[in-house]
């Protein structure tokens, strides 16, 4: 199998060649190319790779390339991982909000709909381009936003894209062990998601048949076992009757949250894009360039979500350890390729559903069909198959129909070239909710971006 990634020279990239290697994924591909337009980047990520300890399994030949035609003919899956601006651009996602009293945050709220607007355009160039060098192949997205993202290929792709995210699957294992049950990988049996990239929520955990969700919210010690305890503390578990994602803290806690990054010496795009800056250089020529990577790696993940956390307080070992999305990315693939089925929580269209029900079921009651989801997922060399949830309660649902039109939108704005659809996701955003707001992000994101303004006035079919 020939796996192509699009953003070869990302710094997560080793940790795909790494699950590659050795242990269930050992042996799955014989050809990874990096695609990357840096090519010091793809150097640099190159050196890291050659310098791994060896693995004992079989490894695949590894090519690196910044032609994206020679990178895609041939292939049979795409991983993409893009960030167009690079880490400076997520300065700019995370300041311009903050600038204005608001969240500065990644993938959530302003900054999440700038950096849309910025990786959507990129990424519908290459589902072009995978239609005219490599139309059979699968497209396993994780360029953030990963849902919107997704949503916005699926005119092109079809189900032939499917969005990844570990931090739902993350939830569900740690909620599992500290239960005592825990799952056996790439099953989810009587797990109960639904909801958004970044927005979901666990409402079951019913592995052998009971229930044992409501045992874990009552259980203060099972609690403070796992991050998403320590996040939202029980009071607030209790009262939702369920388990969110990490990233409801920002929705839940948003002054909190927006007052924290702003005591931080530097924003976590700041934070990351020096230490970057520094290491790339260094690594396409260091002697140990994989110590350094592994070194700055685990730097990073101490550093997600600080701004959550109280003081002193360490992330779980197992966090740190790295094994999150490029582990989802490669079961998706092996599932697809015909390796056995699996069950992952993707993001996918909202309907059809499960095995026997009528086509006009969806996954999640209550959002459009062809909206894209974060469900659990059947996935099998015919695609990824959304399974019926339960319908949210209206607190969930309300939020997350909210958040849908802000991605449609955000969408609308691309595809169509329409300022004012850009204007209104930013608006209708519910942690910005100000016309006047709106026009002020867009104003201030088009400044730091002076592509955004080549959008207005042009279609998809124009790019």
Not at 451 to 461: I, N, P, R, V
């Amino acid at each position: 199998m020939r796996l192509m990634i699009a953003g070869g020279g990302g710094f997560r990239v080793p940790l795909v060649y790494r699950a590659l290697c050795a242990g269930p994924f050992a042996g799955l591909v014989d050809e990874l190319v990096l695609y990357d337009v840096d090519a010091e980047r793809l150097a640099a990520i190159e050196a890291v790779i050659g310098d791994m300890p060896p693995a004992g399994g079989s490894t695949p030949v590894v090519v690196v390339s910044t032609d994206l035609r020679e990178a895609l003919t041939g292939a049979d899956m795409v991983f993409a991982a893009i960030r167009p601006g690079g880490t400076a651009g997520r300065i700019a996602d995370e300041r311009v909000a903050l600038d204005l009293g608001l969240l500065g945050q990644e993938t959530t709220g302003a900054g999440g709909i700038s950096y849309a607007l910025r990786s959507i355009p990129r990424m519908l160039e290459l589902a072009q381009a995978m239609r005219r060098h490599c139309p059979g192949a699968w497209l396993i997205n994780f360029t953030n936003p990963a849902g919107m993202v997704t949503e916005a290929l699926e005119p092109l792709l079809g189900r032939k894209v499917i969005g990844i995210c570990d931090s739902a699957g993350g939830l569900v294992q740690r909620a599992a062990r500290a239960v005592g049950a825990p799952l056996t990988e790439g099953t989810l049996d009587g797990v109960g998601y639904f909801g958004l990239n970044h927005l979901g929520w666990l409402y079951r955990l019913a592995p052998g048949g009971q229930d044992l969700l409501p045992g874990l919210l009552s259980d203060h010690a099972a609690l403070e076992s796992m991050e998403e305890g320590r996040l939202f503390g029980q009071h607030t578990l209790l009262q939702l009757g369920c388990l969110p994602n990490e990233y409801l803290y920002y929705y839940y806690q948003t002054a909190h949250a927006t007052d924290a990054i702003r005591r931080q010496q530097e924003t976590r795009g700041a934070s990351i894009h020096h230490q970057q800056s520094a290491l790339y250089p260094a690594l396409a020529k260091a002697p140990h360039a994989f110590e350094l990577w592994d070194s700055a790696r685990r730097s990073r993940e101490e550093g997600y979500l600080a701004e959550a956390r109280t003081q002193g307080e360490q992330r779980d070992e197992s966090d740190l350890a790295g094994g999150g999305y490029e582990r989802v990315a490669l079961s998706v693939m092996r599932a697809l390729s015909g390796g056995g089925s699996a069950q992952l929580i993707l993001n996918v269209p909202n309907s059809p559903v499960s095995l026997a029900g009528p086509a006009a079921e969806v996954a999640v009651p209550g959002l459009p069909a062809d909206a894209v989801v974060e469900v659990p997922c059947e996935v099998t060399p015919d695609g990824a198959l959304p399974l019926a949830q339960a319908r949210p309660g209206g607190q969930f649902l309300t939020l997350m129909q909210h958040v849908k039109e802000v991605e449609r939108l955000t969408i609308r704005a691309v595809v169509h070239g329409e300022r004012s659809a850009a204007v209104g996701a930013f608006a209708a955003h519910p942690l910005i909710g100000s016309a006047e707001l709106g026009e002020q992000l867009l104003t201030g994101y088009e400044a730091a971006f002076p592509d955004l303004g080549q959008l207005w006035g042009t279609t998809a079919s124009d790019t």
